[in-house]
Nanobody, 126 residues
Framework: QVHLVESGGGLVQAGGSLRLSCKASVRPFNNYAMAWFRQAPGKEREFVAALNWNGGITYYADSVKGRFTVSRQNSENTVYLQMNSLKAEDTAVYYC???????????????????WGQGTQVTVSS
């Protein structure tokens, strides 16, 4: 059974930083692209960031570009999302996802990801 477990969420003031982690039990981990999505109350889930199997190709939503950094450590089966200069509009539940089909190039498309975590809440106070 595959598990993706997010951690690192919390309450932070605007302008602050958080680092999210997602540990995945998919094997082998380096056969999977990884991504972060988020969903704010009353809104649809949206793409945040993604990277391919070795982290050599990354994608970001325009709204987070320059503030967020996605990375992975394959030896630890973990993907990270470093979030800086946080804004109130970043408040959401953040989900990590793993997908085998987009492993080579990564993907922004949620339907291409096979496994999802339970999410971690990020709240940014203004």
């Amino acid at each position: 059974q595959v598990h993706l477990v997010e951690s690192g969420g919390g309450l932070v003031q605007a302008g602050g930083s958080l680092r999210l982690s997602c540990k995945a039990s998919v094997r082998p981990f380096n056969n999977y692209a990884m991504a972060w999505f988020r969903q704010a109350p009353g809104k649809e889930r949206e793409f945040v960031a993604a990277l391919n199997w070795n982290g050599g190709i990354t994608y970001y939503a325009d709204s987070v570009k320059g503030r967020f950094t996605v990375s992975r450590q394959n030896s630890e089966n973990t993907v990270y999302l470093q979030m800086n200069s946080l804004k109130a509009e970043d408040t959401a539940v953040y989900y990590c996802a793993a997908g085998r089909r987009p492993s080579l190039l990564g993907s922004r498309i949620a339907d291409e990801y096979d496994y999802w975590g339970q999410g971690t809440q990020v709240t940014v106070s203004s």
